[in-house]
């Protein structure tokens, strides 16, 4: 931990389970929160020793309830992995903290089942003040249920002010899981992330090839640090009325587009050449911006 802490600039959060001794070097060594689960860190004076040195450090400590390890008297209690077992599991694993007069105390409350995940949370919101650290856990892979399930369950609780940190979890690479978050975050207008690009899903009047285009634009504009939206449309229809609500849009017809900038046509170009062009519309209206 010290040595990837001397490499960032970022918080680094310390996950422990069990072994106390780990959740105080961990400290020791620059983590800037804990994670910890009192009920498995053992004795009480362990979890005492773990409050001693967070209080002096100014270190939070987060602790919460997994649907998927949930300890079975919570289960036997409430019938199942059901909301309350999660509240009251926090609550029991809060009581300890506070009775140690520790209260800079972060809480999640996760499971795989999305209505269970977003009932627990509200719940809990209901009942403390604590930040709460929102997600659907072990949500599957990248690129399909794993995005929609998250964003379901996090974009919904974030839209009623539930929620103070994020955390997707997809399989694989941890890369996924940031562009996931971002994108949740910008579709509700919370955080503005790079260009947005909206286009239409294709139809009958589609006369070129919009999906290739579509990806030709999405990598040229994936790493640029602008907010502007960016609107790429298959029709005659839909297509002009949208790309002029758009900072720089096209819309495509036969064997050619019409490109707009700020709700006004630039011009039009023949199918071979609206990449090219595009580019060179977007990089002067950047310029612009700047």
Not at 109 to 114: A, E, H, Q
Not at 215 to 225: G, H, P, Q, V
Request: hydrophobic share 35%; glycine share 10%; proline share 4%.
């Amino acid at each position: 931990i010290g040595k990837i802490k001397k490499k960032i600039s970022i918080p680094l959060i310390a996950d422990i389970h069990y072994d106390y001794t780990l959740a105080i070097e961990s400290v020791k060594q620059g983590a800037d929160k804990v994670r910890i689960n009192p009920g498995n860190i053992g004795d009480r004076w362990k979890v005492k020793e773990i409050v001693k040195i967070c209080k002096e450090r100014d270190i939070p400590i987060r602790v919460g309830a997994n649907a998927g390890s949930l300890k079975h008297e919570y289960i036997e209690r409430f019938g199942g992995t059901k909301p309350e077992a999660l509240v009251e599991s926090v609550t029991d694993e809060i009581k300890i903290l506070e009775e140690l007069d520790f209260e800079s105390i972060v809480v999640s409350l996760k499971s795989s089942d999305v209505r269970t995940m977003i009932d627990a949370n509200r719940m809990f919101s209901d009942k403390y003040n604590y930040p709460l650290h929102i997600g659907v856990t072990e949500a599957g892979p990248p690129g399909g249920r794993g995005e929609v399930f998250s964003a379901v369950g996090i974009g919904i609780l974030l839209e009623e002010g539930i929620g103070d940190t994020i955390r997707v979890s997809l399989t694989g690479d941890p890369s996924n899981e940031v562009q996931a978050a971002c994108n949740i975050l910008s579709s509700l207008g919370i955080r503005k992330i790079g260009p947005r690009i909206i286009s239409c899903p294709t139809c009958g009047r589609l006369q070129f090839d919009l999906e290739s285009l579509l990806k030709k634009i999405e990598a040229e504009t994936k790493n640029i640090d602008s907010t502007i939206t960016i609107a790429v449309m298959g029709c005659s229809v839909n297509g002009p009325g949208e790309a002029k609500e758009a900072d720089i849009g096209i819309a495509g017809g036969k064997n050619s587009a019409v490109i707009f900038k700020k709700g006004e046509k630039v011009t039009s170009v023949k199918e071979k050449d609206i990449m090219s062009t595009f580019m060179q519309e977007l990089n002067c209206l950047l310029k612009e911006e700047k």
